[in-house]
């Protein structure tokens, strides 16, 4: 996936975008993050002082979510599914395999809603039933 | 002519982008309507097309079979090895009782006119014209209860809210469907989102609110897409914004995109969330209804339940209240998954037995091993064997089973399953989950974890599950929210109906 390079201005001009937002910290990370890929070490600052908080409040929110990163993405994510439905159909083994190969790209999902059709992968964003090590090296960029 | 494949992301998953990108290439002048899934998830990508006798159904199609679908005729619904037949025929299919899911699969999902000529809109029309207490009344009657998995009244919910005086309401949809095993709110956002919408609408209208705001995680990034559309759309048609439908009623909707934390599924977790702030579960009282979201009062109501007033207001609450069972009335949307043959969408009233959706719907499992655990409710419901599949799914019956029906995800295990590692799972998701506010929960689950491996290992196995047991009790008790209170109910369904998994012989693994 494609993002931007951090720059101050640049993240601050994400940041104007939120202005009008009613609780807007949790929102000024995922914007920040789908722009630059990651929350930059600068932003925790930048946030408290843009919306009035505390740092401490930011890096609180920063630490409580699974989805936030604090350090740039790999070139390819691969998030597998190891919620139970998955798990009734082998993503434990699955797991084994896809870590085995491409080790720190993978990290572990929880319910992407197709249960009916695991185990399912999400690579690079898209969505993969029946999921199997092919399935997910052939959707790998 | 009408071609329709499914955009669902459980039909993409499956190859449905790639079969509709090969259809619109090789058939000139089609026209391909990205539709949601039916549910019969096992035949996805389902491709269907529009005869004079009505729609006729192919599946599952895959690109290479796109040319000898061609020479099949498929486009005037000629017989191929894929052939299902009449959609509307199909036995699965026809068999359920579709209320809330009545045009998933069947419209556009992003198409009004389609909406509407599908009963769309007809309920939030009459809602207009009737007065708060009325509709209240109406929903209350109907018997419609939370489908988040708590089952509490929604009518009685919108009262509290409509009695509170404020100068600022909302209406919170819960779409952070966590629960592995449940994929309906997905399919319903994915498939018929104006249904959502609608009822949102109507639930605001009823209570005073004007601001609506959809909770949707962000592990359903096709659902967002379709969601945040279909609000513009309705922007587009005069549906919200200051006048609803040319009334003097306003409403604005939004969705806010979670951001991969599990407990923020639960109610006042989410009210945080949606705040911006760590997903840390508050103490009630205060009740949302009265001091929900930015202390405001605030209807907090799951995708389905929302999604089923529509058709409450449009054909009464007693041809709602005149299904299901008991105190469980309507409809509920089962859904089926796992290591399971045929699974997808079941709708059907409350009172079908488990061995009904499970072995009747279901066809057992995908590969052909018994069936021997299913668990129903989500990761914090129990673990049942088959002794129990006379059950009947409503929610009182689940509760005096010893078990929970929870938001109706089914998931099945074949023979393979070892239970003590489904109930060290079970802990080990709540440790990585707990937002830690309460102690039995943070610490208690991986003190659990610790004694299960105890256990497997075969430790002092007596000794550690009188210990477990009583760990459990102390998570139930001393817990806030659902997360900690009900992490015991796998873990103790499992070693009460599986005592076979927690001797710690090593044999069975």
Known sequence: ?141 | MKIFVPGDSAAISVGADEVAAAIASKVKNATIIRNGSRGALWLEPMVEVETDKGRVAYGPVSVADIDSLIAADFINGGQHALSLGLTDALDWLASQDRVTFKRVGIIDPLSIADYELHGGLVGLRRAITMNSGAIIEEVTDSGVRGRGGAGFPAGIKWKTVAGASSDQKYICCNADEGDSGTFADRMLIEGDPFTLIEGMTIAAIAVGATQGIIYLRSEYPYAIKTLQKAIDIAHAFGWLGSSVLGSAFAFDLKVRVGAGSYVCGEETAMLESIEGKRGVVRAKPPLPALEGLFGKPTVINNVLTLSTIPAVMADGASAYKARGVGRSLGTQVFQLAGNIKRGGIVEKPFGISIEEVVNGYGGGTLSGAPIRAVQIGGPLGAYFGTEKFATSLDYESMLAAGGMLGHGGIVVFDSSVDLAAQARFAMSFCALESCGKCTPCRVGSTRGVETIDLIIQGVKVDENKKLLLDLCEVMSDGSLCAMGALTPMPVKSAMINFPEDFTGEVSRR
Not at chain 1, 1 to 19: E, H, I, P
Not at chain 1, 78 to 84: D, G, H, K, R
Not at chain 1, 90 to 102: D, I, N, P, Q, T
């Open chain 1, 1 to 141: 996936m494609k993002y931007s390079t951090w720059s101050l201005d640049a993240a601050l001009a994400v940041l104007a975008t939120l202005r009008e937002e009613k609780g807007p910290v949790l929102m000024a990370l995922q914007a920040l993050q789908r722009e630059f890929g990651y929350v930059h070490k600068e932003d925790v600052t930048l946030i408290a002082n843009f919306f009035n908080k505390s740092r401490a409040e930011v890096h609180g929110v920063l630490t409580f979510y699974h989805d936030l990163l604090t350090q740039p993405p790999t070139d390819n994510q691969i998030s597998l599914c190891v919620a139970e439905a998955c798990q009734a159909v082998g993503s434990r083994e699955l797991e084994k395999e896809v870590k085995a190969k491409f080790g720190d790209e993978v990290h572990d999902g929880y319910c992407y809603g197709n249960c009916a059709l695991g185990p399912c992968a999400m690579v690079n964003g898209a969505i993969i039933g029946r999921a199997t090590l092919d399935s997910i090296a052939k959707a790998r960029s």
